[in-house]
């Protein structure tokens, strides 16, 4: 059983930067793929980036590539998503998630099998 939990989330401008983290406790953290999502009030959840377990593959949804970078520390159990010019459209709850796949990096929600709470990410224009 694998425990996420977000941080890092808050009011920000458009054009500023914010980073949020998601530490992972229980398993083998390096054995995880792991991923970003978002859902915006009345939208469905959709994809932001994903990367390997050790961190060699990346992949990016459209809207957020050359803004958007996701890390991970294996050391520390934890994935970052560092936001930079944020856009009002970013607004949305961020979630993390974990694939027992270490070498995918999905786009499908129903590949991740374990799932953090969230946190929000609300951008003002």
């Known amino acids: 059983q694998v425990q996420l939990a977000e941080s890092g989330g808050g009011l920000v401008q458009a054009g500023d930067s914010l980073k949020v983290s998601c530490a992972a406790s229980?398993?083998?953290?390096?054995?995880?793929?792991m991923g970003w999502f978002r859902q915006a009030p009345g939208k469905e959840r959709e994809f932001v980036a994903a990367?390997?377990?050790?961190?060699?593959?990346?992949n990016y949804a459209d809207s957020v590539k050359d803004r958007f970078t996701i890390s991970r520390d294996n050391v520390k159990n934890t994935v970052y998503l560092q936001m930079n010019s944020l856009k009002p459209e970013d607004t949305a709850v961020y979630s993390c998630?974990?694939?027992?796949?270490?070498?995918?990096?999905?786009?499908?929600?129903?590949?991740?099998?374990?799932w953090g709470q969230g946190t929000q990410v609300t951008v003002s224009s």
């Open positions: 998630a974990a694939d027992l796949s270490k070498l995918r990096v999905s786009e499908r929600i129903h590949d991740y099998t374990y």
């Open positions: 229980g398993g083998t953290f390096s054995s995880y793929g």
């Open positions: 990367i390997s377990g050790i961190g060699s593959i990346r």
